[in-house]
């Protein structure tokens, strides 16, 4: 598995745009402005997801797959912990636990999670970002979308950045019978970090994909001390390097458990449920 840090960024095979024979890229190479790279999607690389957001709406937060399963697939990513028992954050090999007393922990290979979606994160772009002031959430999501050549593709980010202020939130631990997640999100434990240096680890999904994923963009934050972190709700940049890998291709696992096998996904408004989960405060 790859460690590769926001300084680590594929070389680019030339510059332009190509829309033939199934390939859209973007490649840039213009150092001067901070931006370096390109956004060609990964031959043989793809993403590895265990399980779908359907599930999580459904109430199924059972851990199913070993972590060691999932860190074989992938040393970056997000997913959650047994019974909503934290926001996980997979970065450079490891797995930490954000959990809802405003802690942060090692997550044991030998644990099961009930869902996650990996990479192994080869950036090929890097971009500088603060040059020009601090960017909001809507910003920096927007300066994002414009470096993409399709949104139709698949996006692995991570942006180390120094954060004006950053708000996250961490589920509070579920026991059976579990509830649905818009219902247990309910009493989602949120901290407002201020002022806080760290990594904001995600990706992009095509808005087809919403309910197997969460379509757009979907982020948790785990700062540099490794001691705060969660599901991001909102920032304020600062400055901070960008660095995303495009991927065209996704590898999906299902839960082979009996409570999957039976669930009723088709009674979920999942669009309106996953955004209202996905990014709104419970306050």
Same mark, same amino acid.
């Given at each position: 598995?790859?460690?590769?840090?926001?300084?680590?960024?594929?070389?680019?095979?030339?510059?332009?745009?190509?829309?033939?024979?199934?390939?859209?890229?973007?490649?840039?190479?213009?150092?001067?402005?901070?931006?370096?790279?390109?956004?060609?999607?990964?031959?043989?690389?793809?993403?590895?997801?265990?399980?779908?957001?359907?599930?999580?709406?459904?109430?199924?937060?059972?851990?199913?797959?070993?972590?060691?399963?999932?860190?074989?697939?992938?040393?970056?990513?997000?997913?959650?912990?047994?019974? =909503?028992?934290?926001?996980?954050?997979?970065?450079?090999?490891?797995?930490?636990?954000?959990?809802?007393?405003?802690?942060?922990? =090692?997550?044991?290979?030998?644990?099961?999670?009930?869902?996650?979606?990996?990479?192994?994160?080869?950036?090929?772009?890097?971009?500088? =970002?603060?040059?020009?002031?601090?960017?909001?959430?809507?910003?920096?999501?927007?300066?994002?979308?414009?470096?993409?050549?399709?949104?139709?593709?698949?996006?692995?980010?991570?942006?180390?950045?120094?954060?004006?202020?950053?708000?996250?939130?961490?589920?509070?631990?579920?026991?059976?019978?579990?509830?649905? =997640?818009?219902?247990?999100?309910?009493?989602?434990?949120?901290?407002?970090?201020?002022?806080?240096?760290?990594?904001?680890?995600?990706?992009?999904?095509?808005?087809?994909?919403?309910?197997?994923?969460?379509?757009?963009?979907?982020?948790?934050?785990?700062?540099?001390?490794?001691?705060?972190?969660?599901?991001?709700?909102?920032?304020?940049?600062?400055?901070?390097?960008?660095?995303?890998?495009?991927?065209?291709?996704?590898?999906?696992?299902?839960?082979?458990?009996?409570?999957?096998?039976?669930?009723?996904?088709?009674?979920?408004?999942?669009?309106?449920?996953?955004?209202?989960?996905?990014?709104?405060?419970?306050?």
């Amino acid at each position: 598995m790859g460690t590769n840090g926001p300084d680590s960024v594929a070389s680019a095979p030339g510059s332009g745009t190509t829309v033939a024979g199934g390939t859209i890229a973007t490649t840039v190479t213009t150092a001067a402005s901070g931006t370096i790279g390109h956004l060609n999607p990964a031959i043989g690389l793809n993403i590895t997801q265990f399980s779908v957001i359907h599930a999580l709406m459904a109430g199924l937060y059972d851990g199913v797959f070993p972590a060691e399963q999932v860190l074989a697939k992938g040393d970056f990513g997000i997913g959650c912990g047994e019974a =909503l028992n934290g926001e996980l954050v997979f970065v450079d090999g490891l797995i930490y636990r954000c959990t809802s007393d405003g802690r942060v922990s =090692l997550v044991d290979e030998t644990e099961r999670v009930p869902f996650a979606e990996v990479v192994d994160f080869v950036p090929t772009l890097s971009v500088r =970002l603060g040059d020009d002031g601090p960017l909001d959430r809507e910003a920096f999501e927007s300066r994002v979308s414009s470096l993409m050549p399709s949104a139709n593709l698949f996006y692995a980010i991570r942006l180390e950045a120094e954060f004006d202020r950053m708000l996250v939130r961490e589920p509070i631990r579920q026991h059976h019978p579990f509830k649905p =997640l818009i219902e247990a999100m309910k009493t989602q434990a949120e901290s407002e970090l201020g002022e806080t240096s760290g990594s904001l680890i995600g990706f992009w999904a095509p808005g087809i994909y919403q309910g197997i994923s969460v379509a757009g963009f979907h982020f948790h934050y785990l700062d540099d001390a490794r001691a705060v972190g969660g599901h991001s709700l909102d920032y304020t940049i600062a400055s901070g390097t960008l660095t995303m890998q495009a991927m065209s291709s996704l590898t999906l696992r299902l839960p082979h458990t009996p409570e999957f096998g039976a669930a009723d996904f088709e009674g979920i408004d999942n669009d309106m449920a996953i955004r209202r989960v996905e990014s709104a405060s419970a306050h």
